[in-house]
């Protein structure tokens, strides 16, 4: 790999042990996946963000690079908290947290506190070169923005976000953002979450063109979070919809490696469970919007839910909605809007025996859990 001055002067250590350290891995990472040179990056996106008390490595890691006093070197945002103080339990097993969180600040990471750093703070243009963690994040910056990330994992992006720079290969290359799969649909009903679910366990890590359809930008987001959780995807183009995907014969090399249709009997046969065993209901994952939560509010408007219902939103989001007459209205009805990620936060259940989502990521990663449409889930919880 060729390394500039600039990166050969941090690899010999003259900006200090820490720094020498994360550039050397970063060297390492991009020769085994036969990158060519370091590119620098325009934003970082973190997510180790659990303070899981076992964990020592990572917080070894963190004193050094305090102990050299570095800060991240492009604007770099954080993954959601983990729920440290929803429970006796959780405030043991995320006892890190504030440690943790000192780092971060330490190193000028910016405390949004969540997976949808895109829809504020960190929002990347077309082209821009990221490092970015966290896998519906990653999914979106790609494929709906059509910045480039690979799926960094933890500490990689830390090492990025100190450094300013990334291996140059995978999804940072045009020659991978080609379509792979072509994804027929024959749907009456859409739901994009389970859609995507299906498509991530079909295609498992790579691209899939969708055919035309008119998402919305939270369908996406849903869509592209299912997806990136049940398989490894990171990039996906719907045809006329995402940026590099305006037809058919434009982002495909030739032809595609294969096709598949999801039908609405596989979308179905993802809902398990019937609403009314529902013991507790979970709306957003990724992070709910502002105006995702507006749109589910109407259903809550002078009703009371019948079993502990739970809005996860985008913390900037929550704040604002609760001082909305509709948010008002959505917290009178007995809905819990939280700001950390469910999937941390209910890992221990708390005596949610059926807990029942629309979300296709929460669905994959919260064991037990029960997954159906946003309409089954409404009238789990006694609104419709
Ligand atoms: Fe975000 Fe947690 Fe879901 S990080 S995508 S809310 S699992």
Known sequence: MKIDAEQECMRRGESGQALSLAMETLIKYGEAFKAQRLVKIKSAHVAGSFGIFSIRGLYEI????????????????????????????????????????????????????????????????????????????????????????????????????????????GYLLDEHRRGKILVKLDITEMDASALGFIIGRRVVDKVPVIEHYPFSTSELKNMGGAMAASGAVALFHVIGVTPEAPDV????????????TITQADLDALRTCKPERATSVVFGCPQMT??????????????KVSIPTSFFMIPEAKSRFEKTDMGVAVMKSGVKLRDFCPVAGFSLRFGNKHILTPSGKCFYYLSGTDYGTVYECLRACGVV
């Open 249 to 260: 014969q434009s982002i495909f090399d030739g032809k595609p490696e294969n096709e598949i």
């Open 62 to 169: 963190l004193a050094r690079i305090k102990a050299d006093n570095l800060k991240v070197k492009v604007p770099t945002t954080i993954n959601p908290r983990p729920g440290e103080s929803l429970h006796l339990l959780n405030k043991i097993i995320f006892g890190k947290q504030n440690y943790l969180e000192e780092c971060f600040k330490g190193m000028g990471v910016t405390n949004n506190y969540s997976c949808v750093c895109y829809e504020g703070l960190n929002r990347p243009a077309f082209g821009d070169v990221l490092a970015w963690a966290e896998s519906s994040a990653v999914q979106y910056a790609n494929s709906v923005i059509g910045a480039r990330t690979n799926r960094n994992s933890v500490l990689i992006d830390i090492c990025s976000a100190i450094t300013g720079y990334v291996p140059e290969f």
């Open 290 to 303: 502002y105006e995702e939560a507006m749109e589910l509010a109407v259903y809550f408007d002078k009703r």
